[in-house]
Nanobody, 119 residues
């Protein structure tokens, strides 16, 4: 089992910045990829950014050049630096971890943290 605890988020103005952090605990040695998803009201949850254990990254087109994902394998943390925020970035952001063990592939989620960007 992997537990994920998010921190950060809150209210930002248009063009502002926020940073989200997520700390993993439990069977962290089994974690491969970690990432951030978001879900706005009335919309499906979507991938924002992901990073593998070897620091290969993937970003949604809508955040490329504005958001940066980083990971500290020693501390089992993943962060999302969000710059040039827009109102359309408003959503609940969820930390995600993909882990593999003898039971197969497992996906774990944090509780979510609200990000609100005002215009």
């Amino acid at each position: 089992q992997v537990q994920l605890v998010e921190s950060g988020g809150g209210l930002a103005q248009y063009g502002g910045s926020l940073i989200l952090s997520c700390a993993a605990s439990g069977s962290t040695v089994s974690i491969n990829a970690m990432g951030w998803y978001r879900q706005a009201p009335g919309k499906q949850r979507e991938l924002v950014a992901a990073i593998t254990r070897y620091s290969s990254t993937n970003y949604a087109e809508s955040v490329k050049g504005r958001f940066t994902i980083s990971r500290d394998n020693a501390k089992n943390t993943v962060s999302l630096q969000m710059n040039s925020l827009k109102p359309e970035d408003t959503a609940v952001y969820y930390c995600n971890a993909i882990a593999y063990n003898s039971g197969g592939r497992h996906s774990y989620w944090g509780q979510g943290t609200q990000v609100t960007v005002s215009s």
